[in-house]
């Protein structure tokens, strides 16, 4: 069984203001279980994938394997087989490993997708992982084939990958892919499988597009500020910045909680690969920026802007715990440890879901912008739950529980 570092004491956890119980609380077998409870059950729609759920988080609603979120279910899966290689657990690993390859099954042919931008999110929470675990070179291939995949949605004059075709909200439109070239600062997140893709292969032109991509969004989706923009509109002529909006915040000039989390996890990840400086610093901003939103607390709420009393986003809170936990890994340090225990505290508290859920977290928010063609709010979600479930194994990781 692989090992994380000797763990810490309850003296040295505290004294970075970290809270053994918290920690010991996010590695409760009860929230593996619930994952595996709805593992264990075939879909009423052969190879569909939860996404979010019903207000009372009682039953998934599904979605097809091209769906962006599709990904992380049999991540969270691989999550477990992951933790149960770094920890004694009550399950049987070959169980756990046979239900992770089952799921991850039906979104392989996603490798070939070549429509969506969010290709890192279908493939690597699981092939990355079933690789690191398994050294499953089929994995490795499907990587690859993934990365060329998104490799077709970059341009040279924008200097950035595409993120969206086109989009529609109730307040614009954008439709043509030959005035309006659209990038999303989720896109950070799906790099790291072309940063995996160069590892694999030895070809350094993957790596070199995300650096590229990476370089135009520190350039153009940051605030003065540190805040960040949802959606940035390039002309794809010119490659010149048109306009900064929303699609899922509040307003335009507002920030959305989950995108300023994607911001700060997906610049420390590329400085995870690139080792430039800049990176870092990027990642260290949006943090910093994100956990001057944060109350004491610990409470993050949808948008940072939004009027209060307003509901809650889980997903951004995980993301950003996780994230944070990634810098003081790739640091050597704990500058986010009192940071993430707050934002832990909170979500152990009051947003945990009963026994009987098909979910570990509840208060997430899909979309809850004013002029969304659908409004999702204190639901289930499902990404909310992998990066929960990724937490707990950085803080394996990091000796901290």
Not at 156 to 169: G, P, Q
Not at 294 to 301: F, K, L, Q, R, S
Request: with cysteine; aromatic share 10%.
């Amino acid at each position: 069984m692989t090992q994380g570092r000797s763990p810490l004491s309850a003296d040295e956890i505290k004294k970075h203001g970290g809270d053994p119980d918290v920690f010991k609380a996010v590695l409760d077998n009860g929230a593996v279980d619930k994952v595996l409870n709805v593992a264990r059950q075939a879909p009423a729609k052969p190879n569909t994938f939860p996404h979010c759920t019903d207000v009372g988080v009682h039953a998934y609603e599904f979605e097809p394997p091209t769906w962006w979120t599709s990904g992380f279910f049999p991540g969270s899966l691989w999550a477990i087989c992951e933790r149960a290689s770094k920890r004694d657990l009550p399950y049987d690993k070959t169980d756990l490993t046979t239900l992770a390859r089952q799921w991850q099954k039906g979104i392989e042919e996603q490798q070939y997708n070549k429509e969506t931008h969010d290709i890192g999110f279908l493939i690597m929470p699981s092939y990355q992982r079933e690789l690191d675990i398994t050294g499953n070179k089929a994995s490795a291939d499907v990587i690859v084939n993934a990365a060329e995949s998104l490799l077709t949605r970059w341009d040279d004059t924008v200097c950035a990958i595409r993120s969206w075709n086109k989009t529609k909200t109730h307040l614009y439109h954008f439709d043509s892919k030959d005035t309006d070239y659209l990038v999303i600062i989720d896109n950070m997140m799906n790099l790291d499988l072309l940063y995996s893709a160069s590892l694999i292969t030895g070809n350094s032109k993957y790596a070199d597009i995300a650096t590229k991509h990476s370089e135009t969004t520190l350039q153009h989706h940051f605030r003065p500020d540190d805040s960040t923009y949802h959606l940035i509109v390039y002309n794809p002529v010119t490659g010149t910045r048109k306009i900064g909006l929303t699609h899922q915040g509040l307003n335009n000039e507002s920030t959305w909680s989950r995108g300023q989390a994607w911001a700060l996890y997906g610049f420390a990840t590329v400085y995870k690969y690139t080792k430039d400086i800049k990176f870092l610093e990027a990642a260290k901003k949006a943090a910093n920026y994100f956990m001057s939103r944060v109350g004491d607390d610990g409470i993050v709420y949808w948008d940072f802007d939004a009027p209060r009393p307003c509901v809650w986003d889980t997903s951004a809170a995980m993301i950003a715990c996780s994230g944070m936990l990634l810098i003081c890994e790739l640091e050597g340090s704990m500058e986010y440890l009192a940071s993430v225990t707050s934002i832990l505290r909170a979500c152990l508290k009051d947003a945990m879901t009963p026994d009987n859920a098909c979910c570990i977290l509840d208060k997430a928010t899909v979309n809850n912008h004013e002029f969304a063609a659908r409004r999702i709010a204190d639901t289930g979600l499902v990404y909310a739950d992998y990066y929960f479930l990724e937490i707990g194994n950085r803080l394996i990781d990091m000796g901290l529980a």
